[in-house]
């Protein structure tokens, strides 16, 4: 075989390699899912948030007003608006509800009686809002490593 037919055979298979990665467009996006992230201060909301995002556990400062973080995962991405729980701030946590496609509530499984009250009270009153009653909740008891960690039936 002569060398131009060797090179004209290379060069259709480049071609064809080419076509067969560059055509095809780019892959699929990811789903985007919006979430927001409440519970009172000190629950763990940004420690979550932060182990998710695989950043650096120092230095987590509780959250004043709202942050947004994206937590990436395979086959989706979590875009997370995650509220502040303060008392003069959890007032103002209806004004992010909208467009949220799920609830995660945050409670410190370790708090004394007042503030686990208090807690119930927030997550009653998510749970019946009308952006939120229809959505998904996860509600997770953070500090299970605590020795005054209540079980999952209190």
Not at 140 to 152: M, T
Request: with cysteine; charged share 20%; aromatic share 8%.
């Amino acid at each position: 075989m002569s060398d131009l037919r060797i090179t004209e055979a290379f060069l259709y298979m480049d071609y064809l390699c080419f076509r067969a990665l560059c055509c095809k467009g780019p892959p699929p996006a990811r789903p985007e899912y919006d979430l927001v992230c409440i519970g009172l201060t000190g629950s763990g909301k940004t420690s979550l948030l932060s182990k998710l995002c695989s950043e650096s556990p120092e230095n987590v400062v509780s959250t004043t007003g709202f942050s947004i973080k994206a937590v990436p995962f395979q086959n989706a991405i979590l875009n997370v608006k995650e509220l502040g729980g303060a008392d003069n701030i959890r007032k103002y946590w209806s004004r992010y509800y909208q467009g949220s496609q799920g609830v995660i509530f945050v409670l410190d499984s370790a708090s004394s009686e007042d503030d686990l009250e208090a807690a119930r009270n927030e997550l009653h009153s998510a749970l019946q809002h009308p952006q939120l009653c229809t959505l998904p909740f996860l509600i997770l008891a953070n500090h299970q490593d605590k020795p005054a960690a209540r079980s999952v039936q209190e």
